[in-house]
């Protein structure tokens, strides 16, 4: 089955840097598009970025580009999102979410919590 | 940038019907999609393309497309839909994909 598990976050002050990660399993890698989704604390639900699945395609939302980087390595079968210059406002649960044939996201994994203070 | 707009909360007794709008611009030129988020979990698909249900999803939900406004549509609503649902669309001109504000769904 479809598996993805997040990792990397943590606590970082402001303007730091982080970098996080989604094991991917249970499906072909090289086949979809990934998406990073964040939700900040008691808040809904906002698209960070996409990658194809070639990863020769990346496109960010306009409160984080130029800021993060979205990234995948199929030899490890696994998803990264590069952080830099953090803000408070970045502060959130980071799901990874596998896009489907579709422009829908048919699984997503279970969060990473970012939280940027000092 | 495209905006959808979801009202806050929606409430129904068991038994009822809820139905969670979900308006955009010409939304029903777009294929439209619907999660549903329980507290602590991460979101589920409940609707694609519109109308479309994952294998797992019960018949009661279902949905619908037209003009400036989509709907989720929960019949025989019980205690478990309890959750928030969020609308979801390609914004094509941009190349952005854009989640609206969600709706908490309170069953009575």
């Known amino acids: 089955q479809v598996q993805l598990v997040e990792s990397g976050g943590g606590v970082v002050q402001p303007g730091g840097s982080l970098r996080l990660s989604c094991a991917a399993s249970?499906?072909?890698?090289?086949?979809?598009?990934l998406h990073w989704v964040r939700q900040a604390p008691g808040k809904g639900l906002e698209w960070v970025a996409f990658?194809?699945?070639?990863?020769?395609?990346?496109y960010y939302a306009d409160s984080v580009k130029g800021r993060f980087t979205i990234s995948r390595d199929s030899s490890k079968n696994t998803l990264y999102l590069q952080m830099n210059s953090l803000r408070g406002e970045d502060t959130a649960l980071y799901y990874c979410a596998k896009q489907a044939n579709g422009d829908y996201f048919d699984y997503w994994g279970q969060g990473t919590l970012v939280t940027v203070s000092s | 940038s495209y905006v959808l707009t979801q009202p806050p909360s929606v409430s129904v007794a068991p038994g009822q019907t809820a139905r969670i709008t979900c308006g955009g611009n010409?939304?029903?030129?777009?294929?439209v999609h619907w999660y549903q988020q329980k507290p602590g979990q991460a979101p589920v698909l409940v609707v694609y393309?519109?109308?479309d249900r994952p294998s797992g999803i019960p018949e009661r939900f279902s949905g619908s497309n037209s003009g400036n406004t989509a709907t989720l549509t929960i019949t025989r609503v019980e205690d478990g839909d309890e959750a928030d649902y969020y609308c979801h669309v390609w914004e094509s001109s941009s190349d952005h994909w854009v989640f609206g504000g969600g709706t908490k769904l309170t069953v009575l």
């Open positions: 010409n939304i029903g030129s777009k294929s």
């Open positions: 249970g499906f072909t890698f090289t086949t979809y598009g």
């Open positions: 393309d519109d109308s």
């Open positions: 990658i194809r699945y070639d990863g020769n395609k990346r």
